[in-house]
């Protein structure tokens, strides 16, 4: 039981609190606190009786906090807590393969920079051309150097017991441990702490945490990169602000300091089981992963434009992650992958899986792209302009699709309250005598339901908001621009500035809907995207909003499948709502056809059930276009194809 606690105790310099000890002996894991029968009193009795005759074990009364003897002297002030920060250049980037070129390191003594450390390295071998490109490090100029069997020694001493910093530690300490283990027997033996980890629970927003992103966004001035001494500099007036952050925080003690770095937003340590070799091999290309526990059960399935990085986002500790990611990575020992040819095969890929295995921490639909569409019920004897998260096959007019709901929103109500539409749900049977919903009663809806408005009144409203959409009716933004210059000319800017607001959100509004329409009026379309195998092509068939075929394509043997799938299926299911299973691959698609800029493909609206077999010279070759350029990984410039 006491080696357990001390094992525990060991990798936390900060010490742990009586509950969090108790919960580790007695239930399973640190986490979960004592047993409902452990009284606080008794726990405490416990602890002090098992735990206070062993000298390796130290209690602090004052905070109820456990620690390791070995970390006592860690409670000492960040103040007065000598750092040596360091930084090397090598040959390349795996220990024994490659070697030191220049080690450089700064001491920080009571918060201020106080001595230098400095040297070029003869590495024995060559300087690559790329890495000379890189640093300026040339072979000349490390030629007559010291060897690292010289400088190791000048190293350590100019360390001492410091604390040993660097941005990326695990790198540097890689090298250096490896030339200690090899010249000495013993890796180093200082504490050591790791700006890139800070970086990443200090500054969660930041899209990259490189030396260079770091130092921006802290305005810490970098006028020289990758030369040792430079980046020790700059990565020492980087630890030097980062640590005034910590110090509100009310991080205080070197030992706080050093869990930190190790500690997830949760407070809980950052750990994960998967070996980092294995995410080093993850391809770069799009496709979808799933995450497995120790019995091989998939926990999460994602999909992501490049594999490696997304699946790297996880496992390194960033305060951006929530507790439901914190837990998975916790439980993941294991990440399988499948390559795709593009990213809409790896979204379709993955509603596929998520669909049938059901993993327990994906959660229902979030998966999804975010998707929404305005709906006019034009078949409706009063027709209502409703929200609605996919289009449907009921023959309705639908705007869109928008980015969010949220935007789709704020569409509804100002096109309702201009045009005088109803939003209420149901059929309506107007009645004189009914009293009307809010926005009948403020004047928003024109209030059919009333009787305010008679049925060819309010279809009139209806015909004038069409023609709107179509671009043929002006008068209405006309009308609001005068508006808006008349309350500008009265001083009244705010007004102005609310009208201005509508103005552009009708703006928008109409470019959505004549740049998207055809996708959700038509929604049939054949498409070519790069397939995840070289020498082929990935196409998709969709008729009426749905994913009727996909698969690889080579010849014009393969398109002609396809053609022949489009005359037997056109008019099919026409009339028919979307099957349950068929709902996740119409949103991925309406999304994709809406933000296909920058994708690599093609992509051929379908206007009837002849269309591919009238335009089969042209699609084979689109096809033979998308072939030449290769497997996606060989493409250097995205490029898009649309054929109308």
């Known amino acids: 039981m006491r080696q357990k606690l001390y094992d525990y105790l060991i990798q936390r310099p900060s010490g742990a609190p009586s509950a969090e000890l108790l919960g580790l002996l007695f239930s399973a894991g640190p986490d979960s606190g004592t047993q409902p029968g452990h009284k606080v009193d008794f726990g405490s009795r416990f602890l002090h009786a098992a735990l206070s005759a062993d000298p390796r074990f130290s209690y602090d009364p004052a905070t109820d906090r456990w620690y390791a003897t070995v970390h006592t002297a860690l409670q000492q002030p960040i103040h007065r807590t000598t750092f040596v920060v360091i930084d090397i250049e090598t040959t390349g980037f795996k220990p ?173 340590r950052f750990e994960f089981f998967v070996p980092r070799l294995a995410l080093a091999h993850l391809p770069e290309g799009p496709g979808v992963y799933r995450m497995l526990d120790g019995e091989g059960r998939v926990l999460y399935i994602g999909k992501a434009k490049n594999l490696r990085r997304r699946v790297t986002s996880y496992f ?65 004897p009063y027709p209502r ?31 309702a309250r201009l045009f005088g539409l109803r939003t209420c749900p149901g059929n309506l049977t107007p009645d004189p ?69 509508e103005i552009e959100l009708l703006e928008q509004i109409l470019h959505i809907h004549s740049r998207l329409h055809w996708i959700v009026t038509q929604v049939h379309a054949f498409l070519l995207l790069p397939g995840r195998e070289p020498g082929t092509a990935q196409a998709y068939l969709v008729l009426n909003g749905r994913l009727i075929a996909a698969g690889a394509v080579r010849t014009r043997g393969d398109l002609q499948r396809f053609a022949v799938l489009t005359r037997e299926r056109f008019a099919v299911d026409r009339n028919l709502p979307l099957r349950p299973e068929e709902i996740d691959s119409s949103v991925i698609l309406a999304a994709w056809l809406r933000d296909r800029q920058g994708s690599q493909g093609a992509v051929f609206p379908i206007d009837g059930p002849s269309t591919l077999d009238n335009r089969l010279d042209e699609v084979e070759s689109a096809l033979g276009d998308l072939l030449r350029m290769g497997a996606p990984d060989d493409i250097a410039a995205p490029t898009w194809l649309e054929r109308t």
């Open 96 to 268: 024994g393969l490659a070697a030191i070129t220049e080690v450089a390191a700064v001491r920080i003594a009571n918060g201020l920079p106080s001595a230098e450390f400095h040297t070029l390295v003869n590495p024995g071998r060559r300087v690559p051309a790329a890495i000379t490109q890189l640093t300026g490090i040339t072979d000349d100029m490390v030629r007559d150097q010291p060897p690292i069997e010289v400088v190791l020694p000048q190293l350590q001493a100019f360390l001492g017991s410091a604390v040993v910093v660097a941005h990326n530690a695990d790198f540097d300490l890689s090298f250096l441990n490896f030339e200690a283990r090899r010249l000495l027997s013993a890796p180093l033996l200082n504490p050591s702490l790791c700006t890139l980890r800070l970086a990443r629970r200090l500054l969660p927003g930041l899209r990259s945490r490189s030396l260079d992103a770091v130092a921006a966004r802290l305005g810490v001035s970098h006028p020289v990169r990758h030369r040792a001494l430079s980046d020790a500099r700059t990565t020492a007036d980087v630890l030097r602000v980062l640590l005034q952050q910590l110090a509100s925080l009310g991080i205080t003690t070197l030992g706080q300091l050093l869990d930190f770095q190790h500690t997830a937003r949760d407070g809980r």
């Open 316 to 380: 390194t500790n960033s305060s951006g992650h929530s507790d439901k990611v914190l837990a998975l990575v916790r439980n993941v020992r294991e990440v399988t992958y499948e390559r795709t040819g593009s990213e809409l095969e790896a979204a379709l890929r993955e509603a596929e899986l998520i669909r049938t295995l059901k993993p327990p921490y994906n959660r229902l639909s979030k998966h999804l792209p975010r998707v929404a569409f305005l709906k006019l019920t034009v078949s409706n």
């Open 385 to 415: 302009l409703a929200l609605t998260a996919k289009p449907g096959s009921d023959r309705a007019l639908y705007i869109g699709p928008f980015r969010s709901r949220e935007f789709a929103e704020q569409a509804q109500r100002l096109l």
């Open 433 to 501: 005598a009914f009293t009307p919903c809010l926005s009948g009663q403020i004047g928003t809806c024109a209030a059919p339901c009333t009787v305010r408005v008679s049925r060819q009144d309010y279809h009139a409203q209806v015909a004038t908001f069409l023609r709107f959409l179509n671009g043929e009716e002006t008068a209405l933004l006309d009308s609001l621009v005068e508006k808006r210059d008349r309350l500008a000319a009265d001083l009244r800017f705010e007004a102005a500035a609310r009208l201005q607001q």
